[in-house]
């Protein structure tokens, strides 16, 4: 990958040999990407090796999240010509792909930032609460969200969509594909989160909008 602005080139990414792992959603035909990556950019200071999670699908929207010990690059792109193909050598379903199962909830101490087609402005969201079982199972699962503006708070229920959630993680991070009904609207959803509280949420929808947090509580347990 190669990140430019016009003429001015910004950073190349190489892949690290024997990293990358695809994971397919049959029921979007979208496509998770996680590797490790080489950054060689103009700004020195962001050169490095990062952990990468690249999520596709066939509208052409991608949104590339890049991260280090010293560094977390969230880039998003639209109008990509993205062609996913199923591959199901090692006989795994792509939907429905749980590896683990993922609880994510914030609290008083938790920092909130939303950016792109911010749906909810001027209001901040305040709580945020996803919950999804090693089954997959949409009825088992849980997201909700709940909006604040000035002295109202405004619960949005979630509702994940059967057959469509897949969880994949390693000892440190844990990422969830899934489509949601949230507050009446679809959503695709991908979620990467970090034991360590952080959290990226990127909605897809009538409105495309993510929810980065930092202090937030996650627990991923192996299945």
Do not use: W
């Amino acid at each position: 990958m190669r990140f430019s602005h016009e003429a001015c080139p910004f950073a190349s990414t190489t892949l690290v040999e024997n990293t990358a792992n695809i994971f397919c959603n049959s029921a979007f035909n979208t496509a998770l990407i996680s590797a490790s990556v080489n950054v060689d950019a103009s700004n020195n200071q962001l050169d490095g090796e990062y952990n990468a999670v690249i999520s596709l699908n066939e509208n052409g929207n991608m949104t590339i999240f890049l991260e280090n010990e010293q560094n977390r690059l969230l880039f998003k792109i639209s109008g990509a010509v993205v062609d996913v193909e199923e591959c199901q050598d090692e006989g795994l379903e792509p939907a429905n792909n749980c590896a683990c199962s993922v609880t994510i909830s914030t609290n008083q101490n938790t920092v909130i930032t939303v950016t792109g087609e911010n749906v909810f402005f001027p209001a901040t969201i305040s709580n945020l609460y996803i919950d999804v079982p090693c089954n997959c199972n949409a009825a088992n699962s849980t997201i909700s969200v709940v909006i604040r503006e000035d002295f109202i708070q405004i619960l949005i229920p979630g509702e994940f969509e059967d057959g469509t959630i897949s969880t994949v993680c390693d000892v440190n991070e844990a990422v969830i594909q899934a489509g949601v009904i949230l507050g009446g609207v679809f959503y695709r959803v991908y979620i990467l989160a970090n034991r360590d509280g952080t959290v990226t949420a990127t909605f897809e929808g009538s409105s495309t909008f993510t929810i980065t947090l930092t202090g937030a509580n996650v627990a991923i347990s192996g299945c």
